[in-house]
């Protein structure tokens, strides 16, 4: 790695106000199965049982468990739904305030979306690199499970040393606090954010325009 300066970006609720991960599988899975999952993930106990996992184990077993209705989808076929959820999904949705300020070169996408929708947004806007949670493969085949990148971003980075970041997450906050200048997009959480850095941080805050769902 070189000394250019880095841009790292999120993608959820950073760039487009959209969930992409799940955006994407309500876009793309049909499945009577699909749909009852996500009712029941939706419910108080569904939630509870969720958050409990993902505390204890790092594990988001909703998550997991939907993504696993895309396998025996081919590569190309999920590259082709990922472009058609691009421009028919996410393109209205885009957060204009972020966007505008977006540099034009040395853009890093650091998202725990899919690889696919990643790779996707990467070709959109000319970013030089992207990581994403990795879809597994065999013969060409998705097999319906993942590396979650979800809450492993910092130590999935160790080259990037010269960096700004653009993202929302309280989760990214090892990167914020390593970054040059941080710019966070916030949904009525800037006492969590103002807890967890220091006063003299180099930061620029955006309140969101919508909430998220």
């Not at 204890?56 to 696993?68: E, Q």
Request: aromatic letters at 16%.
């Amino acid at each position: 790695m070189t000394d250019k300066h880095y841009t790292l970006v999120d993608i959820c609720w950073t760039l487009f106000y959209s969930n992409t991960t799940f955006d994407f599988l309500d876009f793309a899975v049909k499945d009577a199965g699909y749909r009852r999952l996500r009712r029941f993930g939706s419910t108080w106990f569904g939630k509870r049982l969720n958050l409990l996992l993902y505390k204890m184990f790092h594990y988001d077993w909703l998550r997991a468990r939907c993504v696993h209705y895309l396998a025996g989808y081919t590569h190309q076929q999920l590259y082709d739904l990922a472009e058609q959820f691009y421009r028919s999904y996410l393109l209205p949705r885009q957060i204009l305030e972020i966007w505008n300020r977006m540099p034009e070169s040395g853009i890093v996408l650091v998202s725990g979306t899919l690889d696919i929708i990643a790779r996707t947004v990467a070709h959109q806007i000319g970013a030089e690199a992207y990581y994403a949670t990795e879809m597994i493969y065999k013969d060409n085949v998705f097999t319906g499970k993942i590396r979650d990148l979800l809450l492993t971003k910092s130590s999935a980075l160790p080259q990037y040393r010269d960096y700004d970041i653009i993202t929302d997450n309280l989760t990214d906050i090892d990167l914020v606090r390593k970054a040059r200048q941080a710019t966070i997009i916030l949904y009525n959480n800037r006492p969590r954010w103002d807890a967890l850095l220091s006063t003299d941080a180099n930061i620029t805050y955006i309140e969101a325009a919508r909430q998220r769902y």
